[in-house]
């Protein structure tokens, strides 16, 4: 039986209806958005309780019995791999009396066992107690609440809706560009928690756009064509150019038999993006000067296979290179408080200091990060200020950010620019 809901959601659903309506398109967020406790409540409930969130990567549980742990929506979601080597879900929350099972964020077992009174699950989750006679209850009906879960090429998404929203296309377009690089043959070199004040469409929405790349991110911008491309937007005459470097970087990659692709989200209307793009000339690998900072991952025989760039709504996005890959995991924890997890990947086999150095193998994402939590948390005092006002998204350099809210506001409120038209 569902839960009631409770007095106070009413109002809030209201209250969320209400700020909709002030939504412009092709602008930010009103500020409520980014900083009302009513609002975040609204998010959980219909974007991160629903769609599929980015739990972590499979190569973190090679072994049946491994597992982790994270926070979905403020659930605790158990991922673990299962006696047959197939990743399950579930939620980490006894059938007896409601105990948390798993305690930290990883471990090893052959069965999960309730540190309150003992009650034992094997990996598929069914009790092993026999509880009938006891406890008057079937023990087929005491399994671990299950979670739905995806494995796509190495990166697990696991939605706690009952129905979740399709995957199927995102999950065949990422299983099939990003297999070359061997995620499951990968291993964490480095993982770092940030905790960036700011709401996490702030955070989402700066990844979406290299506008602010020139003025904040001189590192970045010297190993990819970003702020290239949008120059070119601003200038037709250097078009050409791009789109003759595009399709150099294309036919290598398809010499090499690899997907190539730039698309954006915008373009195809989806909520995820999977696209090859070429590195600078000169750069074989997203490091400062260009050159490898770890041995060959997955398939590759050489270095300069571009970077494959994965943006998954709500909370993921991956660079992908040929000798290492940097993650972004975002859970949202407050209004104005985001915990991003940054994961560098490389190579199980990968030595450290033989075959790569944290020294430079870091830098080019950490400091990238360190600006752009900085710039979100600026951002997020700004909207926070009674006379914010949303002003205009460029139509050339910001559409993936307006893109982005559309999709938000789709999945939270159903709404479509033909319906705002119809209003
Ligand atoms: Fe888990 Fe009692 S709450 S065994
Ligand atoms: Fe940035």
């Known amino acids: ?20 309506r002030e939504y412009q398109p092709n602008r930010p967020l009103p500020g409520a958005f980014y900083t009302s406790a009513d609002v975040f409540a609204v998010d959980v409930e219909r974007i991160f309780r629903r769609w599929w969130m980015f739990a972590g990567h499979a190569c973190a549980i090679p072994k049946p019995g491994d597992w982790f742990t994270c926070t979905i929506a403020g659930d605790s979601i158990i991922v673990l791999r299962d006696q047959h080597g197939d990743i399950r879900a579930f939620f980490n929350t006894c059938r007896h009396r409601g105990s948390r099972i798993c305690g930290t964020e990883t471990g090893h077992a052959t069965h999960l066992v309730c540190p ?34 995806r494995n796509a090429a190495g ?37 770092v928690e940030y905790r960036v004040k700011a709401n996490w469409k702030i955070v989402f929405e700066n990844n979406r756009e290299c506008y602010h790349c020139p003025a904040n991110h001189k590192e970045y911008i010297r190993s990819t064509y970003d702020v290239a491309r949008d120059e070119a937007r601003l200038d037709p005459r250097r078009q050409a150019e791009i789109e003759a470097i595009t399709e150099r970087a294309n036919a290598r990659f398809r010499a090499l038999g690899l997907d190539e692709g730039d698309v954006s989200s915008n373009m195809t209307g989806a909520f995820y993006r999977c696209h090859r793009t070429p590195l600078m000339e000169g750069f074989v690998t997203q490091s400062l000067d260009g050159k490898p900072v770890s041995s060959l991952m997955g398939d590759f025989k ?3 296979v571009g ?16 000798d290492h890959a940097v993650a972004a995991r975002l859970t949202p924890l407050a209004p104005d408080l985001t915990l991003v997890r940054g994961i560098w990947l490389v190579d199980k086999d990968a030595v450290e200091g033989k075959d790569y150095t944290l020294e ?6 950490s400091t990238t990060n360190e600006q752009d939590w900085t710039i979100c948390e600026n ?4 909207v926070s200020s009674s006379r914010y006002r949303p002003g205009p998204y460029s139509k050339l350099r910001e559409p993936n950010v307006a893109h982005f809210l559309e999709w938000y506001l789709r999945e939270t409120a159903g709404w479509t620019p033909a319906s705002r038209a119809a209003e």
């Open 1 to 20: 039986m569902p839960t009631p809901m409770s007095p106070s959601a009413t109002a809030r659903d209201a209250y969320f209806d209400a700020l909709v």
């Open 307 to 322: 970077t494959l760039r994965i943006t998954v709504f709500p909370n993921f996005w991956q660079h992908s290179n040929s």
């Open 155 to 191: 990166l697990i998404f696991v939605s706690l809706a009952e129905q979740p929203p399709s995957f199927d296309e995102a999950f065949a377009t990422i299983s099939r560009k990003l297999a070359p690089h061997g995620m499951e043959r990968a291993k964490a070199a480095h993982i």
């Open 116 to 149: 309150y009174h003992r009650w034992t699950y094997d990996l598929s989750g069914r009790l092993m107690a026999n509880t009938a006679a006891e406890f008057g209850v079937d023990p087929a009906g005491l399994s671990l609440h299950p979670a739905h879960v």
């Open 379 to 382: 951002q997020q005092l700004g």
């Open 302 to 304: 050489q270095h300069d």
């Open 360 to 365: 430079t193998l870091l830098p080019l994402w």
